[in-house]
């Protein structure tokens, strides 16, 4: 089965880098996904990593190590609209349905 | 090109009645999944459908619930004799095929409030 494990909250201060971390466990990787979701909002998608390194999309990076079960979510340049909860995602097996993990819920500070 | 429409957005019911959950994906997905949200609490997958099809179901309770994506229309998620502990947000997703290296796209939500 699957199991993932991510901080519960974080606050940062606006303009700083937050690093959200995520370890998993899962019997066969189809990848990781990162989702964002503001409070009574759907999830939306922030990134896909099926191989090790960083991947890098603007304000937003994210790092995936296959061999240590562990990705994390970098946030630079922090905004008050990224206040969210962060949602680290693998599927399940072969198909697409996702485990989640309880989500990381990140305040943004003056 | 409109995304994943979920009605209605919020619905009330009393304890023992039915709650009837609407998703349309989004056009050219075939692939249809329902997530529960419970407060404080991350997504959890219930099932996982195709048309006219139930690929995978593991996680919907066995009675009580059921859910169907027919060959013309929405699909639907079903809940019987609601009970309190049934209010959460339901979350439906689409992707166009059922690999996982493609991204699900969520609906709005549906937030179920039993009295």
């Known amino acids: 089965g699957q199991n993932i494990d991510q901080p519960t909250e974080m606050t940062a201060t606006e303009g700083a880098i937050v690093q959200i971390n995520c370890t998993y466990q899962?019997?066969?990787?189809?990848?990781l996904f990162w989702y964002q979701q503001h409070a009574g909002e759907a999830p939306t998608f922030l990134s896909y990593?099926?191989?090790?390194g960083l991947e890098e999309k603007g304000r937003f990076s994210s790092f995936l190590s296959r061999s240590k079960g562990y990705s994390y979510l970098l946030l630079k340049e922090l905004q008050m609209k990224d206040s969210a909860s962060y949602l680290c995602?693998?599927?399940?097996?072969?198909?697409?349905?996702?485990?989640f993990g309880k989500g990381t819920r990140l305040s943004v500070i003056a | 090109n409109a995304g994943v429409m979920q009605n209605p957005r919020h619905l009330v019911r009393r304890r023992g009645q039915e709650a009837r959950l609407r998703c349309s994906p989004m056009?050219?997905?075939?692939?249809v999944y329902w997530y529960r949200q419970l407060p404080e609490e991350g997504l959890k997958f219930m099932v996982y459908?195709?048309?006219?099809?139930?690929?995978?179901e593991s996680g919907m309770p066995k009675e009580r619930f059921s859910a169907e994506f027919p060959k013309e229309g929405p699909s639907i998620l079903r809940i019987q004799q609601v009970v309190r502990g049934d209010s959460a947000a339901y979350f439906c997703?689409?992707?166009?095929?059922?690999?996982?290296?493609?991204?699900?796209?969520f609906g709005p939500g549906t937030r179920l409030t039993v009295l």
């Open positions: 997703a689409s992707s166009p095929v059922g690999t996982g290296s493609n991204e699900q796209f």
């Open positions: 899962t019997s066969g990787f189809n990848g």
């Open positions: 995602a693998v599927p399940r097996g072969g198909n697409t349905p996702l485990v």
């Open positions: 056009k050219g997905h075939s692939h």
């Open positions: 459908l195709q048309k006219e099809n139930i690929i995978d």
């Open positions: 990593n099926v191989l090790d």
